[in-house]
T-cell receptor, first 111, second 114 residues
Framework: NAGVTQTPKFQVLKTGQSMTLQCAQD?????MSWYRQDPGMGLRLIHY???????DQGEVPNGYNVSRSTTEDFPLRLLSAAPSQTSVYFC??????????FGQGTRLTVV | AQKITQTQPGMFVQEKEAVTLDCTYD???????LFWYKQPSSGEMIFLIY??????QNATEGRYSLNFQKARKSANLVISASQLGDSAMYFC???????????FGAGTQVVVTP
């Protein structure tokens, strides 16, 4: 059982570069979301999707884009990386009204 | 505004003892869910236990139980018979929509000592 798979696990970017964090789930979950984790702040919601073709903003969406063309995939795009985006990023998926399953996380450093 | 508060940044507990992790929440929605997740030093997020706002009984999962006091808006996690492997960061989270948007507390770091 793969569950939720995130790639890459680690990434270093230079300020201004763009990149895409990949997230795939094989549980046919309708709901997928992206969070960032910063020290002392828990996890904060960036963007989420309730199904293919439907996305919406979370608490901290600025600087990030998402799309959901299939049920399985929910990539997160950083348009122009900034040092403030240095964080650990988690993708999660769930059925309606059930617990969220998280990927292993991506540790991103922007220099 | 919805909010989750974990007031204990860190705590030590001796092996085999019980530990209670505090979580208070604030929401005006009558329907919500409360979750606890464990994050060991390896970084993954592990689901522990869930309590729905309409559940009449406190949730239990093995050594984990949730002390749900709705009037006080608290959802404390109790870990019985602590083990060294319980050393981790613990997060309380609340879901208030019908899908899966979670709001997390800042977490409590638990260290279990021999």
């Amino acid at each position: 059982n793969a569950g939720v798979t995130q790639t890459p696990k680690f990434q270093v970017l230079k300020t201004g570069q763009s990149m895409t964090l990949q997230c795939a789930q094989d549980m046919n979950h309708e709901y997928m979301s992206w969070y960032r984790q910063d020290p002392g702040m828990g996890l904060r919601l960036i963007h989420y999707s309730v199904g293919a073709g439907i996305t919406d903003q979370g608490e901290v969406p600025n600087g990030y884009n998402v799309s959901r063309s299939t049920t399985e995939d929910f990539p997160l795009r950083l348009l122009s990386a900034a040092p403030s985006q240095t964080s650990v990023y988690f993708c999660a998926s769930s059925y309606k009204n059930t617990e969220a399953f998280f990927g292993q996380g991506t540790r991103l450093t922007v220099v | 505004a919805q909010k989750i508060t974990q007031t204990q940044p860190g705590m030590f507990v001796q092996e085999k003892e019980a530990v209670t992790l505090d979580c208070t929440y604030d929401t005006s929605d009558p329907s919500y869910g409360l979750f606890w997740y464990k994050q060991p030093s390896s970084g993954e997020m592990i689901f522990l236990i869930y309590q729905g706002s309409y559940d009449q009984q406190n949730a239990t999962e093995g050594r984990y139980s949730l002390n749900f006091q709705k009037a006080r808006k608290s959802a404390n996690l109790v870990i019985s018979a602590s083990q060294l492997g319980d050393s981790a960061m613990y997060f309380c989270a609340m879901r208030t929509d019908s899908w899966g948007k979670l709001q997390f507390g800042a977490g409590t770091q638990v260290v279990v000592t021999p």
